[in-house]
């Protein structure tokens, strides 16, 4: 089993800057790929980025790629994402999720933006831009 623990969120100026976390415990072997999706009230779950936990390989939504960045420490089991240059559109949940997914890596985003391949989950943590 997989636990994750999200924090970071809270309430910012548009254009100011966010770095959200996530600590994951329990049996490392079973993700290889952690990731950061967002919902929004009456919105679909989107997924924003994903990184391979033994490479390192990163994968970015298009309407994030130049501002968020996924990275990680294996050594704390945590992930990150950093968001700059927020938008009131960035407003919603965000959570982190783990997977064990054996696939190609340059298909695992558009698994995880189908809703395939990550069966763990956080809590969520709420990002509010005004």
């Known amino acids: 089993q997989v636990q994750l623990v999200e924090s970071g969120g809270g309430s910012v100026q548009a254009g100011g800057s966010l770095r959200l976390s996530c600590v994951a415990s329990g049996d490392t072997g079973k993700r290889n790929y952690m990731g950061w999706f967002r919902q929004a009230p009456g919105k679909e779950r989107e997924v924003l980025a994903v990184?391979?936990?033994?490479?390192?390989?990163?994968h970015y939504a298009d309407s994030v790629r130049d501002r968020f960045t996924i990275s990680q420490d294996n050594v704390k089991n945590t992930v990150y994402l950093q968001m700059n240059r927020l938008k009131p559109e960035d407003s919603a949940k965000y959570y982190c999720a783990a997977g064990l997914l054996e696939v190609a890596d340059d298909v695992v985003l558009r698994l995880a933006a189908a809703g395939k391949g990550f069966g763990y989950w956080g809590q969520g943590t709420q990002v509010t831009v005004s």
């Open positions: 990184i391979s936990t033994g490479g390192g390989t990163t």
